[in-house]
């Protein structure tokens, strides 16, 4: 069960950027799923912790939130399932999603050049919308469709990681990212409108590159703006100033 | 001394290290890691010292062991200056204290450095007896391989004495690696399983970074190769009385040479 009072996050891509800045600036704040692939946060989890060497047998306080790490392909068969079966076990409920894990695979000669856009439009779509998708689905229908009050009252949320790329044509070869982007902004609007049944909200953050452009604190900001908030059905873009 | 906590050590030592959050790692077998282990002053004197033994006591370096890519010098041949820190007493305790194991004050390391393009070793585990002359260390003492006892096999000098000791904790600490970056080489591979064909964990030899673990019979690591660069290390060992591994890990675990 959930840690005290701390609100239970589903975080995807832990291990990217954003993902590690995400559980490095909150692990003591939230208890975090936290869902990643290759890469891990660099926090404390069940498989790592700190020690003090002058001090080997003390506690040391960081360790008493350790992310409890997921390693998934969340594309591949009943991954999804399996995520959410183990973050119920863990903590019991989810307060909020942050889908932030993407596939970000660039065709610099454009979608004609050969069968790369092609190729990679599924595996694409797969993590970068159809992921989300059964995420938002799963958890809705294990628990959140019938916890109005709970979903009300813990102010339970999805924040969808997008792109300024779904809403604008970049050069780059960013055509099936940005499709997927765009999809994912539908998808979140969508969510928002059937969700609001039961109280739960979805909105998205659309940064703009990170960090070359904006600093990876500013959309890290932009979704613990979105979690202590009212809004639903926004695509929030995350620019420079 | 052996697993109480070491909050006692002296000032001149606690002041040395950079900060007291150590990782400690379940897998692919229990170790500790740290980054930063050293005050950057300090690191620096280190490295400084390890490049001044490098180029003035080039020949001092000889073959680790047959059929290995490392090229050493024992740490008791470097007692005059900063590296004497890891043949220290309060080194000694501190790493027996983080890894919680009874050990004797018997410590033997060397530097260790790899030309460029060495080749990789093999996955093996350290749990590996050793022979030190004379009777077990004090409290506050530490006793380093000398001449009149072979560490490998216990050949001795006449009218000298010799305790046999296994291996029981192992430490790596990265130094005089400036610039290392993933694709450079040179990691050591940390196995869940002697037949897995690669390593499930590669640890990068990253300046002033350090990886320690207890020998068991499932400590199965080796230096990877293929480094860019030079690769240098500090490799050391502290030990368990021979009862103790034998009890522990049951005689015939024990890898001899």
Excluded at chain 1, 69 to 78: F, M, N, V, Y
Excluded at chain 1, 153 to 158: D, E
């Amino acid at each position: 069960m959930s840690s005290g009072n701390r609100r239970v996050c589903l975080l995807t891509g832990a291990g990217g950027l954003l993902g590690d800045a995400f559980c490095r600036a909150l692990y003591t704040a939230y208890d975090i799923v936290a869902v990643c692939g290759t890469r891990i946060p660099a926090t404390p989890s069940q498989h790592e912790w700190f020690v003090d060497p002058f001090d080997p047998q003390g506690t040391v306080p960081e360790n008493d939130s350790r992310v409890f790490l997921i390693r998934s392909d969340l594309t591949a068969p009943g991954e999804v399932d399996r995520v959410i079966d183990l973050a119920l076990a863990k903590f019991g409920g989810v307060d909020l999603l942050v889908n932030n894990a993407a596939s970000l695979r660039l065709h610099p000669q454009g979608i004609v050049d050969g069968d790369s856009a092609i190729d990679d439009f599924e595996p694409q779509f797969a993590l970068n919308v159809g992921v989300p998708l059964r995420l938002s689905a799963r958890l809705a229908q294990r628990g959140w469709m019938h916890d109005i009050d709970g979903n009300r009252a813990r102010n339970r949320n999805i924040v969808n990681v997008s792109s300024l790329s779904g809403s604008n044509v970049y050069p780059g070869g960013q055509a099936v990212y940005a499709a997927s982007k765009a999809a994912l902004n539908h998808l979140t609007r969508h969510l928002a409108a059937e969700f609001a049944e039961f109280g739960v909200r979805a909105n998205a953050v659309a940064p703009d590159s990170f960090p070359a452009r904006v600093p990876t604190e500013k959309v890290l900001q932009a979704i613990l703006e979105l979690d202590t908030g009212a809004m639903t059905g926004g695509v929030y873009s995350v620019v420079a100033n | 001394m052996s697993g109480e906590t070491v909050s006692q050590a002296p000032a001149w030592f606690t002041e040395l290290f950079a900060h007291r959050r150590w990782i400690r790692r379940s897998g692919p077998f229990p170790h500790v890691y740290v980054r930063d282990v050293f005050v950057e002053d300090f690191y620096q004197r280190l490295a400084d010292e390890y490049q001044r033994v490098l180029g003035a006591r080039a020949s001092a370096f000889s073959r680790v062991a047959d059929n290995y890519s490392a090229d050493g010098i024992p740490l008791a041949d470097l007692r005059n200056g900063p590296l004497a820190l890891f043949t220290s007493r309060e080194w000694h305790d501190l790493i027996a204290s983080v890894a919680g194991v009874e050990v004797t004050g018997d410590v033997e390391g060397s530097i260790h450095h790899h030309r460029p393009d060495s080749p990789a070793g093999w996955p093996h585990n350290d749990l590996n007896p050793a022979w030190f002359a004379g009777p077990a260390p004090g409290p506050g003492e530490v006793r380093l391989p000398d001449p009149s006892v072979d560490t490998k096999t216990g050949a001795k000098s006449d009218g000298v004495t010799a305790r046999e000791t296994v291996r029981a904790v192992a430490v790596l600490f990265y130094l005089g690696n400036p610039g290392w970056q993933p694709g450079d080489g040179g990691e050591t591979g940390l196995y869940a399983n002697i037949a897995d064909p690669a390593p499930t964990l590669a640890v990068p030899p990253l300046d002033n970074s350090m990886v320690l673990f207890e020998c068991t019979p499932r400590s199965w690591h080796t230096y990877l190769g293929y480094n860019r660069a030079p690769r240098s290390s500090i490799v050391m060992w502290l030990h368990r009385s021979k009862d103790d591994a034998v009890q522990r890990w049951g005689g015939d675990r024990i890898v001899q040479w």
